[in-house]
């Protein structure tokens, strides 16, 4: 072997040890990185499901943790004749048909007008999205205030302009309404952010192009804007959904589920059944049926628009 061979082979060999070495101290280095996040992804993710799905099965009562026994199905049984738990799950349907559309329609609509090129948009951006960074408990008690049927800050209004106070929050017809638009509104600016990012990557010379063959705006916004979106807004639609599902703060801060369980949701629901009546196994059988739900109702929308980009 001639002398610069050798020498080319050893380099080669020399890279390739170091090379397999500084992948072992990258592969070192990011179980590093990723330690802290599964510890806790373990510890109030996996365990409680496994806990849940353990418990689903047993009479087990937060008081007398060592006393629980295995009942088989008795408590998904339980739940056919439940009729505060039927109540919970339609209240909760009711929300998320109601909301979803309302904060997705908001939310572009938003952004199309935070997307215009206009002096002092920037200010109208950090307004709408402001919301979104609010404290949903923080935002409860301020609604709950200016709602008050007899001195807060929209009858009050309402009286000035001849319109009746309203009950809204204390209402079983107004309440679940009204939690439905303030959830909407306090939403509505992060998916305001997400379909904006949407609106920046659409090509400009397509909107020109429409222009040049005499399209109007609503046909530039239905043959345009929404078709380039739908990536987009399948994602919004399914994180959406499942957010909605989990409505548990709204309702206890604002009414506690009343009045006469018009608003009360599954997760405040389980709360209730899993914390204050300490019923655990209960609860948890609750849970799972409503985490198989939530999978179900997740495949579905998948489903419903992997075929209608298909089509």
Do not use: C
């Amino acid at each position: 072997m001639k002398i610069s061979q050798f020498v080319q082979v050893r380099n080669t060999t020399v890279h390739y040890r170091e090379s397999n070495h500084y992948k072992k101290g990258e592969v070192v280095s990011a179980y590093g990185f990723l330690t802290p996040a599964l510890v806790l992804a373990t510890l109030f993710i996996v365990l409680p499901i496994i806990f849940a799905f353990t418990y689903g099965f047993t009479d087990y009562y937060l008081l007398k943790p060592n006393d629980k026994h295995f009942t088989g199905l008795e408590n998904f049984k339980r739940m056919l004749t439940d009729e505060v738990l039927m109540q919970s799950f339609l209240n909760t349907i009711k929300f998320v048909v109601l909301v979803v559309p309302l904060q997705l329609s908001m939310a572009l609509g938003l952004a199309l007008i935070v997307n215009k090129r206009i002096k002092g948009v920037g200010f109208f951006r950090t307004a709408y999205f402001s919301p979104a960074v609010l404290s949903l408990v923080v935002i409860s008690i301020l609604w709950t205030v200016m709602l008050n049927p007899t001195s807060g800050l929209i009858n009050e209004a309402l009286a000035n302009i001849g319109i009746s106070k309203q009950p809204f929050l204390s209402s079983a017809s107004q309440a679940m309404y009204t939690i439905v638009v303030i959830s909407a509104w306090s939403g509505s600016g992060y998916q305001m952010m997400i379909f904006l990012a949407g609106l920046k990557n659409i090509d400009n010379q397509i909107y020109e192009a429409a222009d040049i063959d005499g399209a109007n705006v609503l046909q530039k916004f239905l043959y345009i804007t929404i078709p380039s979106l739908k990536p987009i807004t399948m994602f919004l639609v399914i994180t959406t959904t499942i957010q909605a599902f989990k409505l548990i703060v709204q309702p206890m801060v604002m009414t506690g589920g009343g009045p006469d369980y018009s608003t009360i949701t599954i997760l405040q629901y389980i709360y209730e059944y899993g914390f204050r009546h300490r019923n655990v196994g209960y609860a948890s059988a609750v849970t799972i049926m409503f985490t198989l739900f939530l999978i179900i109702v997740s495949i579905v929308i998948k489903k419903l628009f992997r075929e209608e980009e298909a089509a």
